[in-house]
Structure formats: structure tokens, C-alpha cells
């Protein structure tokens, strides 16, 4: 039997109380979260505006748990050093985003933080499997980038197996996040498909208790895994 990977929940901000967010982190840790996915939009890659580096430096200041930024930004080349210096852990950018891949890539060697790279519905996922062996995280989004409650879409479920096969190639550990719709019924089926890491944001924090919606969630995920490797 292959060896089980690490599954990790990561709710994401975006759905939380923003007059909270100290309240939300609590929450989710109480529930057992791995780690924090922020939502940074620029009005101009998504028709959204979010935050910037001052809110991710002062979620950084109430926890310790990784800080995994997800970049809908035009230009991530021209930003990634103000949110490495504002704490992120992990700085997802877009490869449909103006700045060349490549360059953000050594962009992120050089200031030593993890990178990773995500997908759009419409974009086949070889845009970013062939830059996945320089990648710490591959990101399928499941839903159109901009904002949190939409609907899971079911092609991201292929995409999902298609890098799993090609990430299990590559002889080291790449994450396999998957953003948008998450519940305890789309949870498994992506968990069954590859992906390791699990963005949340509706599903934990638009209702009901946080942590336990995060058991839930992870019941679902662990379950999903399962069937993968039987
Ligand atoms: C959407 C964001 C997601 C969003 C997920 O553009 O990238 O991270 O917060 O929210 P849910 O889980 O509610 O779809
Ligand atoms: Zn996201």
C-alpha cells in the first residue's frame, strides 16, 4: 500500500469575520487547522478587492500555525518580497498573472520562502506541472477565483488526478492544494483524486460551530484518502 500523505486543512480567511479574525484563528485551531489560507485580490486579476501585506502581518502576529497566501494578483513579481516580509509561509501566485512564471520562481529562491503556483477552471493544469519540479505547491482552483461560496466544479477532479500522477514522478513532496467549494461532500472525492491540501473557507466558517465543521471536514477528506489507496 502506498504511504499515506499528509492531509492538511487550511480554512481560509476570506470567509471569516474580518472585525474577528483573532476570534476565527482560535476557532480553527481549536479545531484542529493546519494552517491559514489567505486570499489576496488586486481588483484587477479578480474582479475583487481583499487585503494586503499589513492584515497578513497581523494574522501573523496571532499565530503559528503556516501562512498559505494565494496571490489573484496581476503583477506577483512586483509584490512577493512585502508578503514574504509580512510573514507569508507559502506564496501561491497565478500562471495566468502578468509577471513570467519563471521570474517569480527564482524571485521566490532568492528570498528562500516556499512557492506555489494554481490554475484557474479554464486553464489546463500542464501550465503548471512543468514548472512543479522548482514548485512547493500545485493549485487547482475548483471554483472561478474572486469569491468564497461558489459552487465546487467537477473538472477540477481530472486536473487533480493529472497532476497526482505527474507530482508522484518527481521524487519529492509537492502539496496538491485544491480552492473553492470544499464541503464534506466534495472533500472526498478530491482527496480520492490526489490533492493533500484543503482549502476551506464557506464550509468552516459561514455557519454552525468552526471546529466542528473542521472535524467534519477532515472525517471526509481521511475517508476520500482512504479510498485512494486501497
Ligand atoms: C476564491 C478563493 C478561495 C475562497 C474559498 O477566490 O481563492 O480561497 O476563499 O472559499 P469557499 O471554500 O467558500 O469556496
Ligand atoms: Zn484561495
Known amino acids: ?3 499515506r500523505r499528509a492531509l492538511r486543512l487550511a480554512p481560509s480567511l476570506l470567509s471569516a469575520d474580518f472585525a474577528d479574525l483573532a476570534g476565527a484563528i482560535r476557532a480553527a485551531e481549536a479545531g484542529g487547522a493546519d494552517a491559514f489560507h489567505l486570499d ?9 478587492l481583499s487585503f494586503g501585506p499589513a492584515l497578513v ?21 512586483r509584490y512577493l518580497e512585502a508578503f514574504h516580509r509580512a510573514g507569508g509561509d507559502t506564496l501561491v501566485f497565478h500562471v495566468e498573472a502578468r509577471s513570467d512564471p519563471a521570474e517569480v520562481l527564482r524571485a521566490g529562491q532568492r528570498l528562500g520562502v516556499a512557492v506555489g503556483a494554481a490554475v484557474r477552471p479554464e486553464t489546463p493544469v500542464d501550465r503548471v506541472l512543468r514548472l512543479a519540479d522548482r514548485l512547493d505547491q500545485v493549485l487547482v482552483m475548483s471554483v472561478h477565483p474572486g469569491f468564497s461560496g461558489q459552487a465546487f466544479l467537477p473538472e477540477a477532479l481530472p486536473k487533480l488526478a493529472e497532476a497526482r500522477r505527474h507530482l508522484a514522478t518527481l521524487g519529492r513532496e509537492v502539496d496538491l492544494s485544491i480552492d473553492g467549494g470544499i464541503t464534506p461532500e466534495t472533500a472526498g472525492p478530491a482527496a480520492e483524486a490526489g490533492a493533500t491540501f484543503f482549502v476551506c473557507g464557506n464550509s468552516v466558517f459561514a455557519g454552525g460551530p468552526v471546529p466542528e465543521n473542521l472535524r467534519r471536514l477532515r472525517t471526509a ?9 486501497r
Open 221 to 229: 477528506v481521511e475517508a476520500g484518502a482512504a479510498r485512494a489507496v
Open 57 to 77: 502581518r497581523a494574522v501573523r502576529a496571532r499565530t503559528k500555525l503556516p501562512l498559505d497566501l494565494h496571490l489573484m494578483i496581476d503583477e506577483p513579481l
Open 40 to 48: 489576496v485580490m488586486d481588483g484587477h486579476f479578480v474582479p475583487n
Open 1 to 3: 500500500m502506498p504511504a
